[in-house]
């Protein structure tokens, strides 16, 4: 027997919502629990019950509780993401200075356009 469950639901009242909220955050449903912790919330808190202000709360913390576990998934994933191109550039550079202890330039390095005489670079300053 749930929290909720002890009160008589109206058709979409706010025990109702209360429960659905509930069996929401108990299944899982994470997008399904927060629409309904909105439409919750939107209910003054001094109308609720003690415990369908219980099944909001927890329903918050468990919201708070999933964001975090996503945010710190979505850092991990960007963590080794970013490994992965360091491994790429090392692998690289390694390549390219091979190539150059072998005195031969490898088929990828751009080559500079040849500098007109008289048409020194000039710096910062102009």
Known sequence: MTITESRRPTRNGPVALTRDLEEAVAAGNIQEAGRLLVRVNATA?????EAENAVADGAAQCMTAVARQR???ATARRAEQEEIRAQKAV???EELLAALERSQPPKTLRKLPA?????ASKGPRG
């Open 45 to 49: 808190r001094h109308e609720r019950t």
């Open 71 to 73: 945010q710190a998934e």
């Open 91 to 93: 692998g690289r550079v």
């Open 115 to 119: 500098q007109q005489p008289g048409s």
